[in-house]
């Protein structure tokens, strides 16, 4: 066992996990993450709590973290390398495994030219695949990037991204195992629309035999109407929205849309559980975390094993 992680013990006992996440607020108000987390309370083994998402001021990961731990969740900090050096990495990696977070993932995050403050100035001291591995040398080594020694090592559960769809597709595995030979644990997928692209995905990650060596987490995303579904189609880059899923809920009334969106992802979800290497699923319902548990339910998914 190489961290307290409750995720951990899930994924390696075999059981299919259950990840959603929580986005802060753009304020100090602690009630706004732990309404949030009462939502997702009995169905799922972790949350992850973004850092500052299409870089936009929000309150910390590390903080938001804090508050789901405190009421009995199991917190995944989301850390991008976009706003820290490689100093406020490792100190901010230290203080999480101090406080009890038991799970990282690690992310390049969005340019600050995309996010509310563009005229920030960006870090990219470390890329994501550099981070991962200097969590990975603090936990089993015990060592800062500079080689020197730590005292009490950070026990966490590495996770990283990886988006299945964005071009060229062709080296989109490479990009994978380049993660998991840094030393990432779990990674949690861009969420998945065209399932036909990614069992093709997916088929590559076995023949490789990379599911032997990390577990994947399949990410979902419950469409609320044809307009989400058409942004996300020509807006959102690496995004993979086919035509006929689009049709689909075209072909709903406007007020029922919502609804056809979530049984879409209880359909996702369902065909994701039976596609060899998938380890779970990440429940991605942005803004909209009532869904979380109608998903998860109608997908044979709850209740969650104690572990």
Known sequence: MKSSSRLERVLTAGHFAVTSECGPP??????AIRRKGELLRGVVDAVNVTDCQTAVVRMSSLSSCLLLK???????????????????????????????INNILCLTGDHQRAGDHPQAKNVFDLDSVQLIAAVKAMRDEGRFLNGEELTVPPKLFIGAAANPFADPFEIRVLRLAKKVAAGADFIQT?????LERFREWMKQVVDMGLHEKVFILAGVTPLKSVGMARYMKNMV?????????IARLKGVPKEKQPEEGVKIAIETVQQLKEIEGVSGVHIMAIE????????????????????
């Open 288 to 307: 909209w975390e009532e869904k979380v548990r109608e998903i998860a339910e109608g997908a044979g998914l709850l209740s969650r094993p104690e572990v």
């Open 237 to 245: 880059p690496g995004m993979d929205v086919p035509d006929e899923l």
């Open 26 to 31: 753009r304020g100090a108000d602690p009630e």
């Open 190 to 194: 861009q969420c998945i629309y065209n």
């Open 70 to 100: 405190e009421m009995g969740f199991e917190p995944i900090l989301q850390m991008v390398t976009r706003d820290r050096n490689r100093i406020a990495i490792q100190s901010d990696i230290l203080g999480a495994a101090a406080l009890g």
